[in-house]
């Protein structure tokens, strides 16, 4: 079960070279063993913290970081959109380990979920010296194929709204869908910027509407909020979440045959399909793949397979 909702007891901004801010927090044991979490997006941000509840704050001192670009880290990215292109996975990991080394941390477990699995799995493959295990959860590894899926073929389950989506792309000759989308996001007209951060949020909503946890809405109900995520996402995934084919995930698992991992997934994952999770489990004989057949993108019982995995790795 969640552990009972936490307070950090510490928190700061460190400033990485290039001048961004990394926001970062503190809860749990300071003497506990190290944990990282990784929100999803990218551009989702920590949020309220309930990433927190899945770590016993008796035996852990986790830590939150907001991702360059979003949450509490500054600048948003669409206060600096001049500097987009500098808002890479090898950025990010570049920040990680900044704020690892400023805590002094020497290793730490790496949990993730949905983007922030992407990132631990990239993290992990190019600090494994780093990470002492990984528990993931709606597992992603960002490629072509699953960018692909969940921007285009998935509208074969939602025709009306995916033609809908596709219509108002404004795409190019060539251009596919989520390039369209990166590139209306990325201009300096905030008129235009809004209208398409508004028609991906809707898209967004669509994809994930058989997940048995799905409430009607907006993905995101803040304009500001919807801007930064679609801006975010929109950017990694028409650049292959920065993992082009020769360096991609899957391509790489072997490399982390020594880190032991937990993968959690819902079977109803409408968006992120199982396949993903399965072929990595496949190549990393030490990973355990748990599959929640009545859950999709996460979910109570998600939460408690976390907690379980943390509680196991703990001892």
């Given at each position: 079960m969640p552990y009972p909702p936490i307070q950090p007891f510490d928190t700061g901004f460190l400033?990485?070279?290039?001048?961004?801010?990394?926001?970062?927090?503190?809860?749990?044991?300071?003497?506990?063993k190290p944990a990282l979490?990784?929100?999803?997006?990218?551009?989702?941000?920590?949020?309220?913290?309930?990433?927190?509840?899945?770590?016993?704050?008796?035996?852990?001192?986790?830590?939150?970081?907001?991702?360059?670009?979003?949450?509490?880290?500054?600048?948003?990215?669409?206060?600096?959109?001049?500097?987009?292109?500098?808002?890479?996975?090898?950025?990010?990991?570049?920040?990680?380990?900044?704020?690892?080394?400023?805590?002094?941390?020497?290793?730490?477990?790496?949990?993730?979920?949905?983007?922030?699995?992407?990132?631990a799995l990239a993290y992990a493959l190019s600090h494994p010296d780093r990470v002492t295990e990984l528990i993931l959860a709606a597992v992603t590894t960002t490629s072509r194929a699953e960018v692909e899926w969940i921007t285009e073929t998935v509208g074969r389950l939602f025709p009306e709204a995916w033609s809908r989506f596709d219509a108002q792309s404004g795409r190019q000759p060539g251009e596919r869908v989520?390039?369209?989308y990166a590139r209306r996001l990325a201009q300096s007209d905030e008129d235009e910027r809004r209208r398409a951060a508004q028609q991906w949020d809707e898209w967004e909503s669509v994809h994930i509407s058989l997940d048995p946890n799905w409430s009607p809405g907006l993905l995101h109900e803040d304009p500001i909020r919807r801007l930064v995520f679609a801006t975010l996402v929109t950017h990694y995934w028409a650049?292959?979440?920065?993992?082009?084919?020769?360096?991609?995930?899957?391509?790489?698992?072997?490399?982390?045959?020594?880190?032991?991992?937990?993968?959690?997934?819902?079977?109803?994952?409408?968006?992120g399909p199982t396949i993903t999770p399965w072929l990595l489990h496949q190549a990393?004989?030490?990973?355990?793949?748990?599959?929640?057949?009545?859950?999709?993108?996460?979910?109570?019982?998600?939460?408690?397979?976390?907690?379980?995995a943390s509680d196991t790795f703990a001892s």
């Open positions: 400033t990485v070279p290039d001048g961004t801010q990394i926001y970062w927090e503190l809860s749990g044991n300071p003497l506990g979490f990784l929100h999803g997006g990218p551009g989702s941000g920590l949020g309220a913290g309930g990433y927190r509840s899945r770590f016993d704050p008796e035996r852990y001192l986790v830590v939150g970081i907001d991702q360059r670009g979003c949450g509490r880290s500054l600048p948003l990215v669409i206060d600096a959109l001049d500097q987009l292109s500098s808002n890479t996975t090898q950025s990010v990991i570049a920040d990680i380990e900044a704020v690892r080394a400023n805590l002094n941390v020497d290793r730490w477990l790496v949990s993730g979920i949905s983007w922030g699995t992407t990132l989520v390039e369209a650049h292959d979440g920065f993992l082009p084919i020769g360096e991609s995930i899957l391509e790489r698992v072997a490399e982390l045959a020594g880190i032991p991992a937990v993968l959690v997934h819902g079977r109803r994952d409408v968006s990393w004989p030490a990973s355990e793949l748990i599959i929640i057949d009545s859950e999709g993108h996460g979910g109570p019982l998600t939460t408690e397979a976390m907690c379980s």
